[in-house]
């Protein structure tokens, strides 16, 4: 895939069915639940998921984390929404999906 490809595919994404993001008081952390299983987030990753309700391009993402965090690489924010789009978590939102 080449690189506009994957931008692409990055953009307007949300949560699969039966996914959702969690705080957790408890444990004081982010965590993303899916059927079965769930996987503990730090702060980082819990504000790049957060952003992900369908209504946002990769761009987008990365610009408002940019005003939020000091250090933010677009391609930290790209590699992680990849991974958790691999594992079938996130999809492109069906109303954005040109």
């Given at each position: 895939m080449q690189e506009g490809q994957i931008s692409q595919t990055l953009d307007y994404l949300t949560f699969a069915p039966g996914v959702r993001l969690h705080w957790s008081e408890?444990?004081?952390q982010y965590w993303?639940?899916?059927p079965e299983a769930a996987l503990a987030l730090n702060s980082t990753?819990?504000?790049i998921l957060g952003k992900c309700n369908g209504n946002h391009s990769?761009?987008?993402i990365v610009a408002v984390l940019?005003?939020?965090y000091q250090d933010v690489?677009?391609?930290d924010v790209e590699n992680l929404l990849?991974?958790?789009v691999k594992r079938g978590l996130l999809v492109v939102?069906?109303?954005k999906h040109h």
């Open positions: 408890v444990r004081q993303l639940l899916f990753a819990a504000a990769l761009d987008e940019k005003q939020q690489n677009a391609s990849l991974s958790v939102c069906p109303l």
